[in-house]
């Protein structure tokens, strides 16, 4: 009696002429709809992507050093000297341009940087109390969200400057002082395990030859440093 081998479970072998399996068929009509569907899913899934790229948390943030941070969605560019008050139309947390004598104005911008979408790569000078993002805003409808356009290194209008190295507040700088856990704390407040920045290097073997203890951070994109160094004070 002749025994055929059974069909392989991949379709037709290579020397079977006959056509393919209706069960082939259908899988490859069920495929070719789905092709269309999967398509539109890889695309708003790109959008997604790509939007929270561009426009990142809608939370303003400070710098790498803890520092306190706003957000303005004006378009207007802003330069040294300008000053700014809260905007409370567009956040809690928002900024808006005001005159200098204003009542209303609380910072003067101390530097302008370009912005970007890398929060810790903004590194403003010391006696930064303030930073604002001023975002490219295309509509009114944006709330506060759009394109990093300048960042604002501002220092408060009133005698009150924890951004001043040693104060404990804002970003990390020279001349700033922390705790053996690499937090800023202020450089009056003494003890033990204080240490006093000397510089903010990418490697170690940069530090100044007074270090005595270099801090290695561990990584984070777009940092301008990677090394705390550090002495005792």
């Not at 709809?33 to 992507?49: D, H, M």
């Not at 900024?95 to 940087?113: E, G, H, P, T, V």
């Not at 001349?175 to 407040?189: L, T, W």
């Not at 270099?214 to 940092?223: C, I, K, N, S």
């Amino acid at each position: 009696m002749n025994s055929q081998p059974p069909g392989s479970i991949f379709g037709p072998e290579s020397g079977n002429p006959s056509a393919p399996s209706g069960r082939s068929t259908a899988g490859q009509a069920v495929l070719g709809c789905l092709k269309p569907i999967l398509g539109i899913v890889l695309l708003f899934a790109v959008v997604a992507v790509g939007r929270q790229f561009f426009e990142g948390d809608k939370e303003p943030t400070g710098g790498s050093g803890g520092g306190a941070g706003g957000s303005s969605s004006q378009s207007e560019e802003w330069k040294v000297g300008d000053c700014a008050g809260p905007d409370p139309d567009d956040g809690a947390d928002a900024y808006q341009k005001l005159d200098c004598d204003d009542s209303k104005a609380k910072i003067k911008a101390l530097k302008i940087m370009s912005g970007s979408i890398l929060p810790d790569s903004i590194q403003c000078p010391g006696g930064t109390d303030e930073i604002i993002e001023v975002r490219i805003s295309f509509s009114s409808s944006d709330g506060g969200s759009g394109l990093p356009g300048q960042t604002v290194c501002g220092r408060n209008l009133s005698g009150d400057h924890p951004g001043d190295p040693g104060a404990g507040g804002g970003q990390l700088v020279k001349g700033d002082c922390i705790n053996s856990q690499a937090a800023e704390v202020a450089c009056g407040e003494g003890g033990s395990d204080v240490l006093k920045v000397l510089d903010l290097t990418k490697t170690a073997d940069q530090c100044p030859s007074k270090t005595t203890d270099p801090l290695e951070l561990t990584m984070a994109v777009g940092r301008p440093y990677d090394v705390i160094c550090a002495a005792r004070t």
